[in-house]
């Protein structure tokens, strides 16, 4: 195990012996794997997914309640079934020991048997902002486009920074297109956007004439893999991923300023 | 005599046609070997996204700032010169596990087209270039 392995796992434990809230995105506990011998370890856990949302606007957002509500539901809904990913390659998993062999590689289907709750809760100071949260901040508008692949110019009602970078959505947008906010903390959570017009039924399609947002079995298998990003992390029995020096502040902070981006949204409330 | 004389020139204009065209189509087929990669090769990020999710890769290259066992995290991949990735990549570092033949024969990287492999090296060096997602 190296030091920085020990570090997390004795903060992990100090926080569970003091009886304090695990922080960070992504809280999991009861982590365990199942092997079945023939080549599929079953990963176990219950997973808490804090996403923050910071109101930016001018004007206020009246509706933002309810839309962070219908963020919770449908985020936790679409997690819900677990994923599965088969020809992974990984170390060899020795269930007596519980642990894994850096020296030996196997190939295994994986199975993730995921609980997972999403909390969408509000904040309302930049110091509720800690190490690698996830956050969602709503803004008046956004003046990034974007060319599709078939040559079409589009207005961005949301923009993300992939794989745990920070999330914006213009509010007018967010009221119009209730699912665009779960469409960019999707993206934070991995998934990339959709393009081709056969599968309008996606929620990650984002050329604005959805029929429906479905969610594939592969893009769920990679969320879960994002979640559990190290899976030899598993074998700690809980897991709360806050690497600070992933400070999503900072990100957040940079992608705001970034003139490329478009945003136009109350300064004063982000000092 | 003259119809004798019309019908040789016929029948030699009919000759040079046949060959010009049997030489224009070999100009044509030297033009598209030039190019190896057929014009249809175009970057779609979702299914590069799509190659590297199939080859599990984010297993052991794990996304951000941390690293595995000490192999290259995600985004260290992402600073690698394009030409040093496809030799790292695809060539040397996995020493042969995902060839036809390999340990890992059922995720194999040389069932990759080269178009494939110039997508997904196109992918790993976005990742470092932070493009926003709509």
Not at chain 1, 133 to 148: E, M
Not at chain 1, 204 to 227: A, P
Not at chain 2, 112 to 124: G, P, T, V
Request: proline fraction near 1%.
């Amino acid at each position: 195990m190296m030091a920085d392995d020990l570090i997390d796992l004795f903060k992990t434990k100090i926080s569970l012996l003091q009886n304090q809230a695990l922080s960070g995105g992504i809280v999991a506990k009861n982590l365990h794997i199942s092997d079945n011998g023939s080549g599929e370890l079953t990963l176990y856990g219950d997973f808490t997914i804090t996403l923050k949302v910071l109101d930016l606007t001018t004007g206020g957002a009246p509706n933002l309640n309810s839309l962070m509500t219908f963020t919770q539901q449908v985020i936790t809904s679409k997690l819900r079934g677990g994923g599965y990913k088969s020809g992974v390659i990984y170390f060899e998993y020795n269930s007596s020991t519980k642990s894994f062999n850096f020296r030996k590689n196997h190939t295994y289907s994986i199975r993730y048997n995921f609980s997972c709750n999403a909390r969408v809760v509000q904040i309302n100071m930049l110091s509720q902002l800690k190490g690698n949260d996830f956050v969602l901040a709503v803004v008046d508008s956004i003046g990034y486009q974007f060319t599709d692949q078939y040559g079409k110019k589009h207005n961005s009602g949301g923009l993300a920074q992939r794989d745990g970078g920070p999330a914006v959505v213009s509010y007018n947008e967010w009221r119009k297109n209730k699912y665009i906010g779960v469409h960019e903390f999707f993206h934070t959570l991995g998934l990339g956007d959709i393009e081709d017009v056969s599968k309008k039924g996606r929620l990650m399609y984002h050329l604005g004439d959805n029929t429906s947002y479905n969610i594939s079995d592969n893009e769920r298998g990679d969320m879960m893999n994002f979640l559990m990003r190290n899976i030899s992390d598993m074998t700690k029995g809980t897991y709360s991923y806050t690497n600070l020096n992933y400070n999503t502040l900072n990100l957040l902070s940079r992608f705001l300023k970034d003139t490329t981006n478009g945003f136009k949204y109350n300064k004063a409330k982000f000092r | 005599m003259v119809s004798n004389t019309i019908k040789l020139s016929l029948g030699s204009i009919l000759f040079f046609l046949f060959v010009a065209c049997i030489n224009e189509n070999k100009i044509n087929i030297k033009a598209q070997k030039k190019n190896s990669l057929p014009d249809s090769c175009r970057y779609y990020a979702y299914d590069a996204r799509q190659i590297i999710s199939n080859l599990s890769c984010y297993n052991c290259h794990i996304r951000r700032g941390e690293r595995l066992n000490n192999i290259l995290s995600f985004d260290e991949l992402a600073t690698m010169d394009s030409s040093k990735l496809v030799n790292f990549v695809f060539i040397k570092r996995h020493n042969g596990n995902y060839s036809m033949k390999g340990a890992f024969k059922t995720n194999r990287m040389d069932t990759l087209s080269d178009c494939e492999i110039k997508n997904a090296i196109h992918y790993i060096k976005d990742y470092g270039r932070d493009i926003p997602m709509p």
